[in-house]
């Protein structure tokens, strides 16, 4: 089954450290999405891709964030100069286009910051 | 801006025993709506979507949900519940304007607990 993939699973930083965790969509799907989802809440849209254009950005998405999705494949999201705060699950997921389809998401990476 | 609210933050229910999961939503225009469900260190799973068409939509696992316009609600509910069902649910809602963009958002989640 190829679902979406992410990886890390969970990574360890110190504050200040950069990170960068990749996903990993389903094959046929345009749209990739990435979420932030904090103990005991919702997930929070971040950012998507549409291909390799990144099409929208939350205001939660601050400049020490980043994401790319280079050749309409896999995507990366980077975070700079780790806080405390960034501690959390980040969900990515994927889609066709239309927008009544569902998103899939994958098993998330748990970043914990020290 | 779309909102969701999942006004519950656990719902206790005995096996076999019916399960509802409630959801009311704020969205400008017609909604798409979602119904996630998430078990312990993983990610979320689709259960259904209410897109256009008959209220009472049937998804996976023997779950279905019921769309009220008047009431903004989107509940979900299953028959008979089992204790494998005991999982963290979250309601989402995509709306259809440009504006809103492609973004779900989600409510805070309902955690079930069956117990046997």
């Known amino acids: 089954d190829t679902g979406v993939s992410q990886d890390p699973r969970h990574k360890i930083t110190k504050r200040g450290q950069n990170v960068t965790f990749r996903c990993d969509p389903i094959?046929?799907?345009?749209?990739l999405y990435w979420y932030r989802q904090t103990l005991g809440q919702g997930p929070e849209f971040l950012t998507y891709f549409q291909n390799e254009a990144q099409l929208e950005k939350s205001r939660l998405l601050s400049d020490r964030f980043s994401a790319e999705r280079p050749k309409g494949s896999f995507s990366t999201l980077e975070i700079q100069r780790t806080e405390q705060g960034d501690s959390a699950m980040y969900l990515c997921?994927?889609?066709?286009?239309?927008?009544?389809?569902?998103?899939?998401f994958g098993p998330g990476t748990r970043l914990t910051v020290t | 801006a779309q909102s969701v609210a999942q006004p519950e933050d656990q719902v206790n229910v005995a096996e076999g025993n019916p399960l509802t999961v409630k959801c009311t939503y704020s969205v400008s225009g017609n909604p798409y709506l979602f119904w996630y469900v998430q078990y312990p260190n993983r990610g979320l799973q689709f259960l259904l979507k209410?897109?256009?068409?008959?209220?009472l939509v049937k998804g996976s696992y023997g779950f279905e949900a019921e769309f009220n316009k008047s009431q903004t609600s989107f509940h979900l509910k299953k028959p008979s519940a089992l204790v494998s069902d005991s999982a963290l649910y979250f309601c989402?809602?995509?709306?259809?304007?440009?504006?809103?963009?492609?973004?779900?958002?989600f409510g805070g989640g309902t955690r079930v607990l069956v117990k046997p």
């Open positions: 209410y897109i256009t068409g008959d209220n």
């Open positions: 094959s046929e799907h345009n749209r």
């Open positions: 989402a809602v995509r709306a259809l304007i440009k504006a809103e963009g492609n973004k779900l958002t």
């Open positions: 997921a994927s889609s066709l286009v239309e927008p009544f389809y569902e998103q899939y």
